[in-house]
């Protein structure tokens, strides 16, 4: 037969109780035994240290006030400790029958170790109900990225398939180009994907930014000056020990971003030493991020309603990506406002 934890606290308490009682009579005896062997004078004639009915009467008053005492001591143990852990248990079975809403709200006031266990349960369980959402989130999202390239494609290869279309030279660069968005989306969805489960690996060498970055703004030149931009570094020598191809792809992400949103302008790609390591700024003419979105910037398939407005194909992946290679390199990407320019800013740790 299983006992709960308020049982098993009662029978302790009792037990407790019963132990005591009994321990205190035995050693008040014994003691008064020895000291009428060794000092019977201190005695009236006749005394006896062997209990009498009355001492035995005493004796199960106490045992039964004390078992009374424990009891009520391990009912209110008990209602503290057990209430907390069976909503727990009953958040459990709920999230395990899918629930993932499901909380533990303990009745009582908790102690220490009980009311963290419920707040662990609990942050467990939002985790899990966000993960879950997230996956849906994921699925949903991809879905819908993929199904425009891929429609476009599957129209275009039909239309050649059934003579409306001829294969020439500009039909092919325009497939080409849509086989180059969903590579880049796969490579994307990748990056952030390995990123968040913290396995993005990263081939680092020590590299000189400087030359890595001015290298990459000329071969990025074409295609900047054709949206209307054109593209600067500003750096001193500097030696960072990176992976340069995923700093490229990062860089690359913030450039297609700015051509997308920004007003043409004058990009400068300007590189700082900081306490630890170095911090990259992408500065752009603005119109600049809504204050309110700000905050979920950098987040995965997060895009404002002006964004999608203005750049209906965009996957909301490019600043994720950001984020994910900035964190493996031990920074962080984050957006600020100054002087009236957009300053994207990538911070590699040391």
Known sequence: MKFDISRHLTLAMATVAIATVLFSFIVFYIVYTIAVWCAPKLFPPGFSAMPNGWDLVIMGVVT???????????????????????????????????????????????????????????????????????????????????????????????????????????????????VDGLARLVEDLRCVSLADIGRLELQVGEVDLRTGLEEWAAMMAPTVERAGFSLSVESASIRARVDMARLRQALLALVDNALHYATPCALRLVVRHQERGVAIHLIDHGPGVPLDQQADLFRVFTRGAAARETHRTGSGLGLAVVQAIAHAHGGAARYRWQDGHSHFIVTLGA
């Open 64 to 178: 039964g006030m004390g078992i009374g005492l424990g009891a009520w001591i391990a009912a209110g143990m008990a209602r503290h400790i057990v209430e907390p852990m069976h909503a727990v248990g009953r958040a459990a079975r709920a999230i395990a029958d899918g629930d993932l809403t499901a909380r533990a709200a303990p009745l009582v006031e908790a102690p220490g170790e009980t009311a963290t266990l419920v707040e662990d349960f609990n942050a467990m369980a939002g985790r899990l109900e966000k993960a879950a959402h997230d996956a849906v989130s994921w699925n949903a999202q991809i879905a819908h990225e993929l199904r425009t390239p891929l429609t476009i494609l599957k129209g275009r290869l039909q239309g050649v398939s059934d003579g409306v279309f001829v294969m020439d030279d500009m039909l092919l660069r325009g497939l080409l180009t849509q």
